[in-house]
Each structure stands twice: as C-alpha cells, then as structure tokens.
C-alpha cells in the first residue's frame, strides 16, 4: 500500500476496521476520542505483512499520541480559562502546562 507519510489519516484510512472504527473517526475527523484508536493499531500490526507496513502503522501510532497529547492539552487550557478562570499568562507562569505534559508522558511510557 502506498500512503502519504505527511497524512497519518491516510494510513489510518487504509487500515480502518469500518465506519464504526476509531481509525476511521480519526481518518476522517483527525480526531483522537479514546483509547481503542491505540488497540486497534495493534490489531492491524497483528495483520502487517511487510517491515514497511509495520513501519507505517508505528509511523500512524506516533501521529496518533501526539494528537491525543495535544487535545488533552487543548481542553486543560479551555478548562482552566474558562471554568476556574486563570489567565492565559498566569497559566503559563506556572508551569502547570509543564507538569501536565510531564504527566501524559508517564502514563504513555506506562502503557
């Protein structure tokens, strides 16, 4: 299969299990909503037949943690400027941005 490395979605478009999928939620919206988009990444390694496929779906894994992590980090920052109402700067003054991404890192290293 031939897929656009700069498109994750692509891949995720070729591999997807069905339109009730989270590949293809994430082919078709770019969004990560849960935890299953991560089994069924490896289900589909299960079916990899060639060092390159494998290379594409670990390629599609990567993409897939990164927008997770940003989409945590997205509704933290509209979490606490909106509902507890911190400023942007002093958000940012406090490192808490840091220390949540610190946090997401353990837990993916733990999986």
Not at 33 to 59: M, N, P, V, W
Not at 80 to 105: C, P, Q, Y
Request: charge should be negative; glycine fraction near 6%.
């Amino acid at each position: 299969m031939t897929y656009d490395l700069d498109d994750p979605r692509s891949i995720a478009a070729a591999w997807h299990g069905g339109q009730n999928s989270a590949l293809y939620a994430y082919a078709s919206t770019g969004l990560v909503t849960g935890d299953s988009i991560f089994r069924e990444i490896d289900y589909c390694l299960t079916l990899a037949t060639t060092k390159k496929d494998e290379a594409e779906l670990q390629t599609l894994r990567a993409f897939v943690v990164v927008a997770r992590r940003d989409a945590i980090l997205r509704d933290t920052d509209r979490l606490v400027r909106n509902v507890i109402g911190i400023h942007g700067d002093i958000w940012d003054f406090m490192n808490l941005k840091t220390a949540i991404l610190e946090t997401i890192s353990k837990h993916e290293n733990v999986e």
